[in-house]
Every structure is written in C-alpha cells, then in structure tokens.
C-alpha cells in the first residue's frame, strides 16, 4: 500500500536503513581502531595522533546515522498519513459497494468493526516496520563486528535475547484474542453511546426517562469488556517474569563470558573494550528488534482482519453484467420472484410475478411485514431474487450494470436521510446541478417547500444540521417533503414513493399525491402507503399478505370485493 501511494518516500525508508547499517558498521570499527591506538603503548600524545583518524572516522559516521534518522523521520511523516487516508477510503468503499444483502449476513458488523481497528492501526505498522527495519540493521552490522571479535558473543547475546522475543509474541496474542472477544460488545457500546448522546433522539431518550437504563447498560458493556481485559492480566504478568528470568540468566551469561575471555588472556584488553562497546550496541539493537518486531506481528493481526474484510466486500461487491439500462424505461416484469433475508426460515417475498409499464401508477398495500418494502428493493435491484427473474426492458437485472439502474431510479425509503447539508445539497445530491437553481425550486415547489424554505435564515443555503453553528432544522413533515423532492428533481424513469407522506399533514399529503398523478405519463411510478384512501390515484394496486400478491385491481373494485384491502380500508375509516 506504501509502495502504491508514494514510491519515493519508500526507496527513502529503505535507503536510510542502508545508510544507518554502514553508520552502525564503520562506527563500531572505527571504534575498534581507536581502542587499539589508545589502549596501545607509547606515550599518550603518539597514542592520540594514532587513534585521531579513527575517531574522525567515528565522528562521521555519528553525524551520518544522525541525518539518516531525520531523512527516514521526514519520509515516515510523508507516507503516514496518505496510507491511513487509502486504507480508510478502502473501507469505506468497500462497505458502500456491497451488494446490499450482505448487511444482513450475521457476522457482517462485528467483522467490519474488527476492520476498522485494523485501519486505525495503520499508523503504528508504519512506524513499527520503519523502527523495526532500523533495529535490524544496526543487530546484523553490530553482530557481524561482535563476532569477529570472538565467535562465543553472538550465541550468548541471541540466548539473552530470544526469552523477551517470545514473550512479547505471545503477549501480542493474547491481546488481539481479547480484542477479538470484545468485538460485539463494543460494536454495541458504540451504537449506545450514540443513542444517548446524539441530539437526534434527545427529546426522546430524556422525556421516555430512557437515560438512566441507557446509562446503565453502557456501563454494563464497558465493565463486561474491562471484565475480559483484567482476566488477560495474570497471563500476561506470568509471561512477562518468565522471559524476564530467562533473558537475565542468558544476559548474565554473557557478561560472564566477556570477562572470562578478558581475564584469560583469550582476547586483548583493546579487543575487550571493543566487545563492551559492540555487546551494549547489539543488545541494544536486538532489544529493539524483539519489541518492534512483536509490535509488528500485533499490528499485523489486526491488520489481516482488514485484509480479510476488504477482500470478502470484494467478493460481495456486484457482479451483475456489463449491460446498461437508459431511459426510457417502458417494462418492468417480475417472473415468480422469491426472496429470503439471511437467517430468516420464511421468505420475504415469495413467487411474486408482476409487470409493470411506463405512465403506470401502482399502489402497494399491505399489513407491517407483508414484504412490500423487500418488493421495492427487489424492483430497483437494491437486493437480487433469489429465485426467478427481474426484468427491466426484457433485462434481467442479475446481468445488468447495478449503477445504470440506479440512475434510473428515484426513491424514498420509508427511513430516510436527513443530511447535514445545505438544503440545496439536500435536493441534489447524488445528480449533477446546473449553474442557476431554477431545477431545484421545482423541485421544491412540487412538494410545496417554497414558502419553508425561504423562510430559513439563508434560503438554499441553509445548513441543516442544527447541532453545527449557524445551522437550522426542519420539522418531520418538512425533511419528508425535502426526500420527496430530492426524489422528484432526479426526474427518474422509476419512481418509488414508501410511505412518503406518513409525516405530513393533510394539505401536504394531498399536495404529494396530485403531484404523483400529474408527473406519472413519462414513468413508472410505486406508491407504498398504508393510507389507503390515497391509492385512488393509483391505476392498479397489489395487496401483499405474507410475502405474496392475494389481491389486484383498482380502488373500487377492492373496495368492495370483501378481502384484506376492504377490511384494512374499512377499519381506516373507523379511527
């Protein structure tokens, strides 16, 4: 990912690591040959002059390593934030190019929440490989020295070691298995703390007396969680002493050795202080070699869920075909169309066949779960049929580019977005706009806004999204009018309405409903409503009961043909 997104500051990384390993080598030789001149015989001035070159030598190679280590600093800074950028884009990407069924798997959420730590970690792989790949270099070159000074060092020093490595290995597993046991109950912690805290639901969650059960299962999720962490504790502490006993028994060993070499004559005194220079070098490079490697493979854990996700979205992303839908749209037919959401033993929709065609209005009526939602999304190819076929101008939509029906579609779900955005954004979003606002204020006087909106502190330019300064908020009736026509402005050949006035008053229903009939010639147009008395615009309408289309026809003659919609109407009239 480094390497795709900034290939100088990689060749950078690696040239200063380079560049630190000579340092490291001539550093540790100069050294060497300034110990013999000062250490030799001969009076002390000669000895100086003798070992002046090496320390020059030495003072270079200093200042060297030094501005590699600024270099290596400055190209670190400059990746890091382009790769957390790409690895975050690619999440999120990958979330929003889904097929849409996806979100129902089991497992799709805690997964992505699991992705996410493997994101924000991005930064810290980084500079744990940079630190890493800093420490090793300066080991090789520090072991290389210390082994030409006496064989016996390298073993010892590696023995001194390897104890700390393996533990920090192992700590690092046991933290990611945590961190892995706590995924769902963090996933909904999160979702509670938003409930609580957002503004949104505020009125709700306070005058419902809500804030105190919240409260409390937060609370219980964070101890349960922390619950978890602590029990990890003992482990971690048993493998911290361990290797903490074994490395300062090898450490302890090695001191010895030196010494014994020294005193038995084994290696000459000049020799012997160059070995204490290259021991405390090398073992303070393979000190760092075990914990930035450690860090590495913890980072790398978190980092393969990541991998893993984005490549399960990939294989979840649509493959539907190449060909493209353009307008107009004159038919769309369903062929025994079944569907069922995953886990789920019944199906939503269940052998539903049903043509519709250009400057037809259909209504969709039935009880809550009936499966009239789950038709829509079928219809737009938001979800793909299970069994049987959707055709869109004799196309079946499982071959068929997902984005060219999409921009064939106008739709507004019965829980839609309220966007912190200008009301202009609100209206085009999603559509290329034109220089002038005269498309939006169509738009907007089709669903009788005009008056609302000019009435707002800056008109189309009206932030909304009052928790933001200088912002303004839209009452329920008004942001569902707004969604209309957001709809609406899209001008698309399909057009989808599920419950679009369930939060308008009278005079404002009626005002979406006439609209619908006097745009309808040049589109298909879907009315899912449970306000039956407005399906009188529609020139059919299909009663859905479990999943299945029991009833079709036009408003009068279901008004009195004695099945479901009759009674859903009847009762209507009773409230």
Not at 182 to 191: A, G, K
Request: proline share 4%; charged share 20%; glycine share 8%.
């Amino acid at each position: 990912m480094a390497w795709a997104v900034d290939r100088t500051a990689v060749l950078l990384l690696l040239a200063c690591q380079a560049v630190t390993g000579v340092a490291a080598a001539v550093l540790l030789t100069g050294t060497a040959k300034a110990m013999r001149g000062l250490l030799g015989a001969g009076a002390v001035p000669e000895r100086l002059r003798e070992a002046l070159p090496a320390l020059l030598v030495v003072a270079t190679a200093a200042g060297l390593g030094r501005v590699s280590a600024a270099v290596a600093s400055y190209a670190e800074r400059r990746l890091t934030p382009q790769v957390i950028t790409r690895a975050d884009n690619g999440l999120v990407e990958a979330v929003c190019r889904v097929e849409a069924a996806a979100h129902a798997a089991e497992d799709f959420a805690d997964r992505q929440e699991a992705a996410e730590m493997g994101v924000t970690r991005t930064h810290v792989m980084i500079t744990d490989s940079q630190r890493f790949m800093s420490a090793l270099v300066k080991m090789v070159t520090a072991c290389g020295v210390l082994s030409f000074l006496h064989p016996l060092m390298l073993p010892l020093l590696i023995l001194a070691v390897l104890p700390a490595g393996a533990g920090a290995v192992m700590t690092a597993r046991v933290d990611y298995q945590i961190h892995y046991a706590n995924v769902s109950d963090r996933n909904v912690r999160h979702m509670t703390r938003w409930w609580a805290t957002t503004p949104k639901f505020a009125d709700e969650v306070r005058a419902n007396g809500m804030t105190s059960y919240l409260l409390f299962w937060y609370r219980s999720l964070s101890e349960r969680i922390d619950r978890r962490t602590l029990a990890a504790a003992p482990r971690t502490l048993r493998i911290a002493l361990a290797g903490a006993l074994l490395g300062g028994v090898f450490l302890s060993g090695t001191w010895a050795g030196l010494a014994w070499l020294a005193v038995t004559g084994r290696v000459p005194l000049a020799v012997a202080a160059t070995a204490i220079v290259a021991v405390q070098t090398a073992l303070a490079a393979l000190s760092k070699v075990v914990i930035n490697g450690a860090a590495v493979f913890h980072t790398s854990l978190y980092l393969t869920d990541m991998e893993t996700f984005l490549n399960d979205a990939a294989a979840r992303a649509p493959r539907r075909g190449r060909h493209e839908i353009t307008a107009p749209v004159e038919e769309i037919r369903l062929d025994q169309v079944t569907y069922r959401y995953p886990g789920k033993e019944r199906p939503a929709v269940e052998g539903v066949s049903l043509t519709l065609r250009r400057g037809e209005v259909l209504a969709v009526v039935g009880e809550n779960g009936s499966g009239k939602s789950t038709l829509t999304r079928l219809i737009t190819g938001i979800y793909l049929a299970d069994k049987g076929r959707v055709l869109w101008n004799g196309h079946d939509l499982a071959s068929v580019d997902p984005d060219s029906v999409w921009s064939c579609t106008g739709l507004v779900p019965q829980i839609f977005a309220q966007w912190p955005l200008r009301v202009r954004e609100n209206v085009t979003l999603g559509q290329p706009r034109t220089h002038d606002d005269v498309p939006v204020w169509e738009a907007v006087d089709a669903v009788g806004m005009r008056e609302a909106v000019e009435e707002l502190p800056r008109g189309l330019d009206t932030l909304l999204a009052r928790e933001v300064f200088g912002g303004a908020e839209l009452s329920g009736g008004q942001w569902q009018r707004l969604a209309c026509s957001r709809a609406l402005y899209r001008r698309p050949p399909l057009l989808i309405l599920d419950e679009p006035t369930s939060q308008m008053d009278a005079r404002g229903e009626r005002d979406i409903f006439s609209r619908i009939k006097g745009i309808a010639a040049d589109r298909i147009t879907i009315v899912v409503t449970h306000q039956l008395e407005n399906t009188r615009v529609a020139d059919r309408i299909i009663v859905m009961e479990n999943g299945r289309i029991t009833e079709q026809g036009h408003y009068d003659e279901l008004s009195h043909g004695g099945g479901l919609f009759a009674e859903l109407l009847a009762l209507s009239k009773d409230r």
